[in-house]
């Protein structure tokens, strides 16, 4: 396996949309590591003060080089800035790296990969440099070590306000994933994990759902993983089984299997009460209960006739 390494060195300030959602919608093989660090509020806007007022008397003074002035200029105002941000709006300063790690099995497609990358970065008007010399050490970077080495933190290093880092926001995928559901598969186009909670009334208006697939494509097997699952929740659940595939599970989970037909043992009671269910007033379960085994007796007798 082949690895090169692109550490984004720079980018606009002001971000209207994700920085990084190009870049995980193509699809390519690559890491990508992003580290926050934090820094205190109190130090930072004493250091700006202090910059804020030597810069100021620089412009005074500097009346030479056009350039020169042109560039402290800009210091000043992106001071001055930062400081109003962080004093008015309540924003917070960080030190942002991130790095992107490009992997192949042969070195022709790496290379094309890397093409393809550094053309979506800077078409999103970001600076980057390629990791020479360093590769290393950005390498263990995109491992989950928590490993940021001076070496390239020097280099990748940049400060944004709290409002800029919205904008590194990695999780863009348009997946579902309800904090209560269970595991459904992954995105194909970006392995992101979907989970689907079926039963939240609140974000869903039923339960129902389609699976549809070729013969031997897994729609048995995929629907026996949600009965699986859902029992670990302890949801209860009934199938309607004609062909018989799903007996063995229910012996397996200790389920209530029912037989339906003349030779059966098995049967329905339909005169069965839940005990949680009686409730003192006329409209609970118990009344609506004794209406609907009425109607049942009412129906059968009337066909008997």
């Given at each position: 396996m ?8 720079n ?17 390519i ?19 700006l ?18 350039q ?11 001071a ?19 790095y992107?790690e490009i ?11 890397i ?28 491992l989950p ?5 001076s070496d ?8 944004v306000l ?40 609140q974000?869903?208006?039923n339960?129902?759902?389609c ?14 993983l949600l ?17 018989r ?5 229910c ?12 030779s059966?043992n ?39 006739k």
């Open positions: 082949f690895y090169s390494g692109i550490i984004i060195v980018y606009y300030r002001e971000q209207t949309e994700l920085l990084l959602k190009s870049l995980i919608e193509a699809n093989n690559m890491n990508i590591s992003i580290f926050y660090e934090k820094q205190d509020t109190y130090k930072t806007i004493k250091d003060t202090y910059h804020i007022g030597n810069v100021g008397v620089d412009l005074k003074t500097i009346n030479q080089n056009r020169d002035i042109d560039i402290a200029a800009f210091t000043y105002n992106d001055k800035y930062i400081r109003k941000e962080m004093q008015i709006n309540n924003e917070e300063l960080y030190y942002l790296y991130i992107i992997y192949s099995e042969n070195i022709k497609d790496l290379e094309y990969f093409n393809n990358i550094e053309g979506i970065l800077q078409s999103r008007g970001l600076q980057i440099r390629n990791a020479n010399f360093r590769e290393e050490q950005l390498f263990m970077a995109c070590l928590m490993q940021n080495e390239i933190k020097n280099i990748a290093r940049r400060n709290t409002n800029g880092l919205l904008a590194t926001y990695p999780f863009i995928s348009s997946s579902l994933f309800d904090e209560d559901g269970i595991f459904i598969g992954k995105n194909i186009y970006s392995n992101s994990l979907i989970f689907i909670d079926r039963y939240n009334t974000k869903y208006k339960a129902n759902m699976v549809f697939g070729t013969s031997g494509a897994g729609k048995s097997f995929y629907i026996k009965i699986l699952r859902y029992r670990l929740l302890g949801i209860e659940q009934f199938v309607i089984d004609p062909e595939e799903y007996l063995k599970l012996d397996k989970l200790k389920g209530t299997k029912i037989i339906i037909g003349p059966s098995t049967y329905i009671n339909i005169l069965d009460i839940r005990k949680e269910s009686i409730e003192d007033n006329d409209n609970g379960y118990l009344a609506t209960k004794i209406r609907k085994i009425n109607r049942f007796f009412s129906f059968n007798f009337w066909k008997i």
